[in-house]
């Protein structure tokens, strides 16, 4: 068993979609052990897509990420950083696999849906940005 980390997306949550991706989600076997819907601070989204600051859609990012709630969650399965990151299908929802959460439900590259940590190591570091263990209870 291991755990990823998830972000349902402000394009999602406007659009009422957390249970329909909610339900995409326990369907391919992974368990949600901890959810929250949060509005992200400015200081919050910043220091999440840190690797990303030099981008050119960086600004746009934070912007998009803090213009609405996101529901950030903690998911458990076997092997559950790429499972997820499957379900998720690809960044640009155009190459998106049919039956994805993105091919489904997202609107465009930036308004996708959805965030999977990409790694292991990534998953840790981004539970603990939001979740401390009480919150956590399986
Ligand atoms: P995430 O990290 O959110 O799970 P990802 O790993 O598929 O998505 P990244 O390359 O890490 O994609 O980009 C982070 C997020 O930044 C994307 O999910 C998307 O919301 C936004 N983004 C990425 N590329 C672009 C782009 N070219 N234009 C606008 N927004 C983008
Ligand atoms: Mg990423």
């Keep these: ?14 659009r009422n979609l957390t249970g329909s991706i909610n339900k995409k989600i326990e ?16 200081d919050q989204a910043q220091g ?10 960086f600004n746009e990012l934070i912007e998009y990420m803090t213009s609405a709630p996101v529901v950030v969650q903690v998911l458990e399965g076997e092997n559950a950083v790429n499972l997820y990151r499957e379900l998720m299908g690809s960044t640009n929802p155009k190459d998106a696999k049919v039956g994805t959460i993105r091919n489904e439900f997202a609107i465009d590259i930036q308004e996708n849906s959805v965030h999977g940590s990409d790694s292991d190591e990534n998953a840790k570091i981004e539970i603990d940005y939001f979740f401390n263990n009480e919150e956590i209870v399986g």
Excluded: C, W
Aim: aromatic content about 10%.
């Design 48 to 57: 999440f897509y840190a690797v990303h600051k030099e981008k050119s859609f």
């Design 1 to 14: 068993m291991s755990r990823t980390f998830s972000i349902i997306k402000p394009d999602a949550t406007k």
């Design 27 to 42: 369907e391919s076997n992974l368990k949600i052990i901890a959810q929250k819907r949060i509005k992200l601070s400015k």
